[in-house]
């Protein structure tokens, strides 16, 4: 125990087993080592522990990182308290007097707010870059489908025909937003708290835009007391994991309806599906319905968190120590469905005939044929009256509109003349969506372009400007 000397008793067994966050922050082990070894250097430049103590640390903290990851040391295996007092414990173990000045001008709570920011930091960049690593997937994929008619729906109802490419695209932009939330969450963790101390500072002569810079933080923050209160890096990363989480979601339950039988759009490569106990035929889209469920807990971690920092007075509370497992716990889901989904977009199999001949005359060319009568001088209104009225004539005669005569059309308004059929015709139909940001297979392979040339790096590398 770092504490003991307040103290008569031994701490109560089931409390220090309820309260100890050893099993799952030993995932900042890393960060909490280096930040150690920061603070050493520094108190070691400032004059506060001497040059060989300094030494002493770091190789202590070398040994620690060795030891741990040879299976030589398991301080899960021990009665610590968190990972931050099994360092020092062990540190102490190993070299004695040294270890007993680490401590020096910090507490637990600058130091969980300095660790736990990196390892933010560390998760953005990676779930960013899983994230580009599915829009080169998208785009290479949407590059192939600029023509395969697919119906866009809105209240899950068919709308207006539209390509699988462009439906691919709106996830890549989906994607794109996601990213930036990452960069944001990022640069709102780049800032360093380390030399805060519980709460109000030191009385020492720190340097603490040393201890940032060793770090990789951009800045240096500016009020202790918020240092040490502040989970809003937690909150924003859980939100964007959210979000993001929301979209894989979609994309799963359109997978699902796209893979059944009904549609028979797509389908899901038989090691990304499974099978039923019971009914041999059955081959069900497994993977995508766990992404869609696993929304749940990602949600309900952002809850977790929100919650528990909600009317929590200033600065810490131990309440704070449950921040880590649901963003530990959303980093692993969503990373790993984020890499999943890529690996099912490449190796789906698209029914790229599936629709053409369905939707060849369909109702939702409904609004091209009313865009028709305006070009021909009828008020977008009447248009819509019209066609209207078209569209129920062919539905209670249990015909496509595609089968109506140019008399029948001329029933409903005289100005309808032959050139109106070719409206008809499903393969011109993306062709004359001209406006910026429509399906038109011009303007898509444009975006495709663009959105190529804009992700055409090797990795997402978040530069941000040092003021320190
Ligand atoms: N394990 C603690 C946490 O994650 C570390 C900070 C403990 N600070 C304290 N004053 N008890 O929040």
Redesign the pocket.
């Known amino acids: 125990m770092l504490w003991g000397g307040r103290f008569d008793k031994e701490i109560n067994s089931v409390f220090l087993k309820f309260s100890s ?1 050893i099993k799952f ?1 030993i995932i900042l082990l890393k960060y909490d080592l280096a930040v150690s070894k920061a603070h050493a250097n520094m108190l070691g430049a400032c004059g506060i522990i001497s040059k060989n103590e300094t030494s002493e640390i770091i190789k202590g903290l070398e040994l620690i990182e060795e030891r741990f990851y040879e299976g030589l040391w398991n301080p899960i295996d021990k009665n610590y308290e ?1 990972i ?1 007092s099994a360092v020092e414990s062990y540190l102490t173990e190993l070299i004695g007097e040294a270890a007993k000045k680490l401590h020096t001008a910090r507490s ?2 600058d130091q ?1 707010a300095t660790g736990f920011r990196m390892w933010i930091k560390d998760a953005a960049l990676r779930l960013s870059n899983l994230l580009l690593e599915l829009q080169k997937t998208f785009l290479d994929l949407a590059g192939q489908h600029t023509r395969t008619i697919i119906p866009g729906y809105t209240h899950l109802q068919r709308a207006q025909p539209v390509s699988f490419a462009f439906h691919l695209l709106a996830y890549v932009e989906m994607f794109e937003r996601d990213k930036t939330r990452l960069q944001n969450v990022f640069s709102q963790a780049d800032v360093c708290p380390l030399g805060s101390g519980a709460l109000a500072g030191t009385t020492l002569k720190i340097d603490r835009n040393m201890t940032a810079r060793e770090l990789g933080f951009s800045s240096v923050s500016a009020n202790a007391m918020d240092s040490i209160s502040d989970r809003d890096f937690v909150i924003d990363f859980l939100n964007s994991c959210t979000i993001g989480m929301m979209h894989l979601s979609r994309l799963s339950e359109e997978l699902i309806l796209w893979s059944s039988s009904e549609w028979n759009f797509i389908k899901i490569d038989d090691t990304l599906t499974t099978g039923s106990s019971l009914m041999p035929q059955k081959k069900n889209p497994d993977a995508a319905e766990l992404i869609r469920g696993k929304f749940g807990r990602i949600q309900g971690s952002y809850v977790a968190v929100s919650s528990m920092m909600k009317g929590l007075p200033l600065s ?1 509370n ?1 309440d ?2 449950e921040d ?1 497992e649901p963003a530990f716990d959303s980093f692993k889901t969503y990373s790993e469905s984020l890499a999943l989904m890529k690996d099912i977009f490449e190796n789906i199999i698209i029914n790229n005939e599936r629709f053409i001949f369905e939707i060849e005359g369909d109702y939702m060319l409904a609004t091209d044929i009313a865009d028709w009568l305006v070009d021909h001088n009828i008020p977008f209104r009447e248009a819509h009256n019209i066609v209207g009225k078209i569209s129920r004539y062919a539905v209670e005669n249990n015909t496509k509109l595609n089968d109506l005569t140019i008399n029948e059309l001329k029933d409903f308004c005289e100005v309808f003349d032959d050139s109106v059929l070719e409206i008809l015709d499903i393969n011109s139909s993306l062709d004359r969506k001209i406006s910026f940001g429509a399906p038109n297979p011009r303007i898509v392979n444009e975006h495709i372009k663009s959105l190529k040339k804009s992700i055409e790096i090797e990795s997402v590398n978040f530069n941000t400007k040092k003021n320190i």
């Open positions: 966050s922050d968190d931050h637990r709570n969980v810490y131990r704070m120590q880590k």
